[in-house]
């Protein structure tokens, strides 16, 4: 009994010893710290906030500590200043979102990513990097650890929310006129699809029209010269320009801009329109066997370029919350195509043979 007993004080010291361990270890667990100043009309923040940090926070947690500075204010810009002072930023680098960790300034929603993790690694290697200093930020950072139960009031009044958080209808009113405008081209868009539908049987309907086939070419290359623009956007990641209406950086910013989260929309906008070229071409100069492959190929290429549209055209007021002047148009350009293939497709003796049967 004795010995039974000295064993489980023995057990009991052990026990002790480890959970100590295991809390001065806990403890002293390296810390990665960094700075981020962003601005509430910037779409590459947001993406920077909405996508690639909690992916950083689920991966390191505790270990990685990053303080925002919404520059949109005084006090942030202010902050923003003095920080460019402190570490010297060229004005080539200016912008935002600006992360500071370390000595590294990263800028913008490529480079933040990409070298990020790298920097995480390696100081966690060197046992943690504490705050950059600048003057002002260890105020702020008092500041606002007293206005920590109000944080997640002051995110939403700032726009920093994730889109997921978000009703529908608060979506929509994010860019109401722009939501409007592309809701009514996305009404267009269904009904063209459903007219043509429901009078596919109607011989005389869009059967005997003059022929408007050489507007073909110049819509698809007022086609493929937006899709080329969007998809240097895109792939570049730089800023749109865009008209009064609209968020267009917010759209091309999204993950919708990216077909199965790799291939640029832009690009399948590009080689839809060379695809109708490339059936025009062969409309107008192939044998008459192959004109009648080229109709049914036109009206094909251009009925999937409509229905891909619809469903781009319904992300942006409904999902994404934002439009884009230069989606819009595109949609509106594939559209007309619709038409006009439509018109040559009746006139085909595949689609008179169907009719026949």
Not at 46 to 53: A, S
Not at 157 to 171: A, F, H, M
Not at 328 to 345: D, M, N, P, Q
Request: proline share 5%; glycine share 8%; with cysteine.
């Amino acid at each position: 009994m004795k010995y039974a007993l000295k064993a489980l004080l023995l057990c009991l010291l052990v026990l002790i010893s480890f959970s100590t361990v295991a809390s001065v270890s806990h403890a002293q667990e390296p810390v990665v710290r960094a700075v981020l100043f962003y601005s509430t009309n910037c779409p590459y923040c947001l993406e920077v906030i909405n996508e690639v940090l909690p992916a950083l926070d689920k991966q390191y947690g505790t270990q990685l500590q990053i303080f925002g500075i919404n520059a949109s204010t005084g006090e942030g810009s202010r902050l923003y200043e003095a920080a460019v002072e402190s570490f010297d930023i060229p004005e080539e680098k200016l912008g935002y979102p600006t992360l500071i960790v370390d000595d590294h300034i990263l800028v913008g929603a490529r480079q933040i990513p990409e070298q990020l993790p790298n920097i995480i690694e390696e100081g966690l290697a060197s046992g943690g990097i504490d705050w950059p200093y600048f003057p002002g930020l260890e105020e702020e950072m008092e500041a606002a650890e007293k206005r920590a139960q109000e944080s997640e009031q002051a995110k939403a009044e700032n726009g920093l929310v994730s889109k997921e958080d978000q009703t529908v209808l608060e979506r929509f009113k994010s860019d109401l006129v722009g939501n409007i405008i592309s809701t009514v081209i996305l009404l267009g868009m269904i009904s063209v699809v459903f007219v043509v539908g429901i009078t596919y049987h109607q011989k005389n309907f869009l059967s005997n029209p003059p022929d408007q086939s050489w507007l073909i070419p110049v819509i698809s290359l007022l086609g493929i010269a937006v899709a080329s623009y969007l998809s240097y956007v895109e792939i570049t990641r730089t800023d749109a320009v865009c008209g009064p209406v609209g968020h267009c950086n917010a759209v091309q910013q999204s993950p919708y801009a990216f077909l199965f989260g790799f291939l640029p929309v832009g690009v399948v906008g590009i080689a839809g329109y060379l695809a109708i070229t490339a059936a025009w071409l062969v409309l107008k100069i192939g044998s008459p066997t192959w004109k009648e492959t080229a109709k049914i190929a036109l009206w094909g290429f251009s009925l999937i370029g409509v229905l891909f549209s619809i469903y781009l055209t319904f992300l942006e007021p409904f999902v994404i919350g934002a439009s884009c002047s230069w989606c819009l148009s595109s949609a509106i350009l594939i559209t007309v195509l619709f038409i006009i293939a439509t018109r040559e497709f009746k006139t085909s003796a595949a689609y008179h043979r169907h009719i026949s049967k």
